[in-house]
């Protein structure tokens, strides 16, 4: 499947507001609902940006969080 990065720009204390919308928006593409019947299935991982942190150190936890929940069944979301 397809893969997005989202990059949310906000400080530490910030971050159950984005977790809250990482959630939301899970929420809404999976009530879409396919000719088919079936819903969509979307997989998110996400990582917060530390000050030492490169793109690909973030990058690279974001991934691997995105791939735990593949490891464990799709079709839900981690925070790294």
Known sequence: GDEFAFLMIEDASERPKWQERVRKIHK????I????GSHVGCSFGTAQ???EDCFENLYERADKALYDVKRYGK???RFG
Request: glycine share 8%; charged share 30%.
């Open 49 to 51: 940006a530390n000050r």
């Open 28 to 31: 809404s593409l999976s009530r």
């Open 75 to 77: 079709n839900g979301y």
């Open 33 to 36: 609902e396919l000719p088919d």
